[in-house]
């Protein structure tokens, strides 16, 4: 999906997370065990909630439900789309025990006392970047200069614009944001000359659309933007108050991004079959691009790497896009992933 419709967060969104977080959400369910249910037990209700629409990026969470994982875990999931202010206010208040995000908004959620954590990283490298169709001659940073980027309107988009273009002397000042709600290739014909994606999936429709495109990843420009775009989270008081619940959760989850991993074409299958209104030609494209790279060059699916959380943070301070310095310790926790 389009990062600049994916990546949902800013002012508003942190306040309403601080104060849902502080005025509390509904009853979290009591109990939830690993290994398989006996007989007559009655399983967990839990929600998650995505992102956006659902995508590949959530491949694993549909294989995990629909191969019966879940419930071998003891739980019952259900799979729940994000209300407009986005997933991160309603992990936070309890709305939801899991949910999708993304280390830029969690860092920016933690500096404001927003107690949401990362319990896996979805994709272990970054590959999201900046795309433009052939024809508006984007071939490097340098080339933004006199370009309309379309973007969500969040301070880290020309942040990370400006670095890229200052590595090449080039004036972001020379830069025309314009926030825009359509999709790439609308947006493209019509009034912006680049964007944000997510490659996986724009990248991959732009193929099968025959639309040439140049795409810039942001890691290829700077190690700190490596960092782990999506994440799966949850609360600080499901860790605390429930750690079994979470400890299934993500053995279940794990056993559904793995399964996802080995048998793609399947895989994308199952994701057709449960959102029959996505593309299924799509689906299976981007599910075979994705695939290797879930877990990469990780000793396993879902690492995360304390060095990734610390120099995305430090550069997003050093960038004036946070106000401060968060504890990246607490921001993430790899305990829950199974060996």
């Not at 439900?65 to 999931?77: F, I, M, N, S, W």
């Not at 990780?298 to 946070?322: C, H, I, N």
Request: charged share 25%; net charge negative.
């Amino acid at each position: 999906m389009g990062k600049r419709n994916a990546s949902r967060w800013g002012t508003v969104m942190l306040a309403a997370m601080l104060c849902v977080a502080g005025c509390g959400g509904s009853p979290q369910q009591e109990g939830g065990a690993s290994g398989e249910p006996e007989a007559g037990e009655k399983l967990t209700p839990v929600k998650v909630v995505l992102d956006w629409t659902p995508n590949t990026n959530h491949t694993g969470l549909y294989a995990a439900r629909d191969k019966g994982y879940y419930a071998e875990h003891g739980l019952d999931v259900e799979i729940i789309s994000p209300p407009e202010t986005g997933a991160d206010q309603l992990i936070a208040s309890g709305g939801a025990e899991f949910g999708v995000s993304y280390q830029e908004s969690i860092t920016q959620a933690r500096l404001q006392d927003v107690p949401i954590v990362s319990l896996a990283a979805v994709i272990q490298h970054n590959t999201s970047g900046f795309a433009a169709p052939v024809d508006k001659n984007i071939k490097s940073p340098a080339d933004f200069e006199g370009k309309r980027y379309g973007g969500w309107g969040n301070p880290v988009e020309e942040a990370v614009i400006a670095s890229l273009m200052q590595q090449e002397k080039a004036d972001v000042g020379k830069v025309e944001f314009i926030n825009s709600t359509t999709d790439f290739f609308t947006g493209t014909e019509k009034d912006i000359d680049f964007a944000w994606i997510f490659y996986a999936w724009t990248g991959i429709e732009a193929e099968l659309r025959d639309v040439a495109i140049d795409m810039l990843y942001v890691k290829d420009y700077s190690e700190a933007l490596d960092y782990y775009t999506p994440v799966l989270a949850t609360s600080e008081k499901m860790i605390a108050e429930q750690p079994e619940l979470v400890r299934a959760f993500m053995a279940a989850t794990s056993e559904g991004y793995q399964y996802a991993i080995e048998h793609p074409e399947e895989a994308a299958e199952l994701l057709i079959a449960a959102e029959p209104d996505l593309n299924a030609e799509l689906v299976r494209a981007s599910q075979t691009w994705l695939s290797p790279r879930y877990q990469d060059d990780a000793p396993r699916w879902g690492e995360q790497k304390a060095t990734v959380w610390s120099d995305y943070m430090e550069w997003m301070f050093e960038q004036g896009v946070l106000e401060g310095r968060i504890d990246t310790e607490a921001a993430y926790t790899n305990e829950f992933l199974p060996e």
